[in-house]
């Protein structure tokens, strides 16, 4: 299974941005997806996650601003950020929980994507 993140990149302060993550490979189904971030010195902190029914959690760094998203048909997530601070400013990563055909469920992370927002 291959984790691809895109979107990400500079944006100024109550900015906008949507991050994608595109799932490939033998998948049999998709449990959740979940958006993590990381900042220099901080651990890795859930963001967002959504089932396969839809079910969605944020963390309490993204409530009231960011959105997650899923298309079941092309196995893609997206994390639409709105009202961007500079502490929003990390590595952003996509998480599949994930079955292959003929394996059981495991973790499959993407290399993330930057964001960076900043005047």
């Known amino acids: 299974v291959q984790v691809v993140e895109s979107g990400g990149g500079l944006v100024q302060p109550g900015g906008s941005l949507r991050l994608s993550c595109a799932a490939s490979?033998?998948?049999?189904?998709?449990?959740?997806m979940d958006w993590y971030r990381q900042a220099p010195g901080n651990q890795r902190d859930l963001v967002a996650r959504?089932?396969?029914?839809?079910?969605?959690n944020y963390g309490d760094n993204a409530k009231g601003r960011f959105t997650i998203s899923r298309d079941n048909a092309k196995n893609t997530a997206y994390l639409q950020m709105s009202s961007l601070r500079p502490d929003d400013t990390a590595v952003y990563y996509c998480?599949?929980?994930?079955?292959?055909?003929?394996?059981?469920?495991?973790?499959?992370w993407g290399q993330g994507t930057q964001v960076t927002v900043s005047s």
């Open positions: 490979g033998t998948i049999f189904t998709i449990y959740s």
């Open positions: 959504i089932t396969s029914t839809g079910t969605t």
């Open positions: 998480k599949l929980f994930a079955m292959e055909v003929g394996a059981t469920p495991t973790d499959y």
